[in-house]
Structure formats: C-alpha cells, structure tokens
C-alpha cells in the first residue's frame, strides 16, 4: 500500500548528499521538500514555510542544530512539530541525551538505513494525527460543555464564568453592569396545546432574534426553560432600560410560525437590575434582583421591562 502524502517536511543538513539521501527516502511520504543547509536559514524557512515535519542534522556551521531545535520549541506554532535529529557521530549517547533535553522526538545516526528512516517518520505521523484527533475532540468538548443545545447560545455555566471574568476585570474599573432577565409570556400554553416541538420551536427562533440584536460585547445566554439572560457592560439605568425594550419589541413584533403551530405573537417579560447597587454586590445578588423585578414585570400584566430599585428597607429577596 503507497504511503499517504502528508504536507511538508523540512530538511536541514550542510551536506547536500545527505539531504538528497533523506528525499529519496522519504519521495512517497511528503509533498513538498524545504532545504535549509544551516541552523540560521532553517529557522527562517520553518517561520516562512510552517513545515509539519523536521529533520534536522546536528553538526552544522553557523547555529547547530541544539540551537535550531531549541529555538523552534521556544515558538508557539514549533512546539508539537515533529523533529528527526540526525548526528554524523558514532557512539553519540551524550548527543542524542541532548537533542531530546532540547525536544527532539527521534534520533538517528548517519549513514541511516533508508527503510528505518522511513518507519520512523510513519511512526511519528501516527502520533501527531493522533495528537491532532485528541486536540479537535477537546476543543468540540470544551464547546459542548459552555453552549445549550438546543439553542446554541451559551448555557448558564458559560454565562456565570463570563460574568465572573468580566467582574473581576470591573473591581479594578469601577464599571457598572446591567443584568436582564426575559422570560417567555404564556410558554406553558404553547408547550400543552401545541406540543414540546412548538416549544422549541419557539425557543430556537427567540434565542436567535436575541442573538440578532445583541451587541458586540454583551452577555447572552439561555438560563434554563423559557428564561434568557443578557449583561449589559458599563451601562446605567436609563441606558439599560432602552435596551432591555429593543429586545422585547423586537420579539413582539416577530410573526412567529412554523409546522407545528398556527402564526402567533410572542412577547417577553424583563426583569433588570443593575450592579452594584445597594445590597446587589455579588452576582447572586444581582441574579436575584433581576429575578424579582422579573416577579413584578410578570404580576403588573407581563410583556413590560421593571427595573429592580433597592430600597435599604429591602430584604434582598423579595421572590
Ligand atoms: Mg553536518
């Protein structure tokens, strides 16, 4: 079976022969072949050609190849890439200790056997492919585990850990934070006398009208069932309060429709509050707050933004 051609490899080595030995060897395995004949031009030609392969010999003039392989592993886009260390010198344990303190993946001596040069290099593709397959699935992981399914926004865990970053950085800039909280009017209606595929229906669409009209730099998320959540960054009450009404008209002017139900209007109760505020100095505190205002949005006749004001007499849980 024909190796699979794989990209491009550079081959560093003063010695033309020997870098002609190392192409013919490897003709089936790479693509595309970058010579450098010292430390000093392979640098240049790994930042210029980002090569996903190297092999490198030692004993060269100018920067040897310690110094190069040190120097690609001190970059970001040098530290996974594979290197082949090749030493012209026998009985080279002392070389070989080095070049792997210096993070060399492989090493071998010259004249090397074509095949073992060969398998070596499989070997190591092998285990970069791997690499890469393990990074892409932590990477699909690490998303899966911050959005909400069914909507794709973030979920309540990505909004807490967001929110906490930002208000870390706003204890040093004494900024101020507008938190909303929207819930869905009537929800359980579209869900029993509809069907649970109207309700997400439903819910896909609002998430993404939201998604439509938040700004850059705003917070949204879905906070679970029927409630959405949005911060809103160094922003003050009257600000806060045009925004929070942006959001709800927009979804009270939306004609919702689809398979699964008859056309149908939706709108939005909003609870806000604003951090810090009185009592409101944590963000369970704020979530609280916002969650009280929503309270009273729902109790005052639904589909209308209250923004929650603290009154030293107040408890702090009105809820
Ligand atoms: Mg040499």
């Known amino acids: 079976m024909a190796a699979p051609i794989t990209g491009k490899v550079l081959l560093v080595d003063d010695s033309q022969q020997a870098r002609l030995a190392i192409k013919d060897a490897l003709r089936d395995t790479f693509s595309i072949?970058?010579?450098a004949d010292d430390g000093l031009s392979a640098i240049k030609a790994f930042v210029e050609e980002k090569p996903g392969f190297i092999i490198t010999d030692i004993e060269m003039?100018?920067?040897?190849?310690?110094?190069?392989?040190s120097t690609i592993r001190n970059m970001e886009e040098g530290r996974d890439v594979p290197i082949i260390m090749l030493s012209g010198t026998k009985n080279s344990l002392?070389?070989?200790?080095?070049?792997?303190?210096?993070g060399a993946s492989d090493f071998l001596i010259k004249p090397f056997d074509s095949e073992e040069l060969l398998a070596r290099v499989k070997s190591l593709l092998r285990m970069r492919n791997l690499m890469d397959e393990l990074k892409e699935k932590n990477a699909l992981l690490e998303k899966l585990a911050v959005t909400d399914e069914l909507t794709g926004l973030h979920n309540r865990r990505h909004f807490f850990e967001a929110l906490r970053e930002q208000l870390a950085l706003g204890l040093r800039h004494n900024f101020k934070l507008a938190c909303l909280l929207l819930d869905i009017d009537f929800f359980k209606k579209i869900n029993d006398t509809c069907g649970h595929m109207a309700g997400d229906d439903v819910l896909r669409k609002i998430g993404a009208l939201l998604a439509s009209c938040k700004r850059e730099g705003e917070l949204l998320a879905r906070f679970g069932g029927e409630e959405f959540i949005i911060c809103l960054f160094n922003t003050d009450s009257e600000n806060a309060i045009l925004a929070a009404d942006r959001f709800r008209?927009?979804?009270?002017s939306y004609s919702f429709s689809s398979s699964f139900y008859p056309a149908t209007h939706i709108t939005l109760s909003i609870g806000l509050a604003i951090y810090p505020q009185g009592a409101v100095i944590s963000i369970d505190e704020l979530i609280k707050a916002a969650d009280s205002a929503l309270y009273r949005s729902k109790t005052e006749g639904r589909d209308r933004v209250t923004l929650y004001e603290w009154a030293p007499s107040s408890t702090g849980n009105q809820s």
């Open 94 to 102: 002392k070389k070989k200790l080095t070049g792997f303190n210096l």
């Open 61 to 69: 003039p100018s920067i040897n190849g310690y110094r190069f392989i």
């Open 33 to 35: 072949f970058v010579e």
């Open 249 to 252: 008209n927009l979804i009270k």
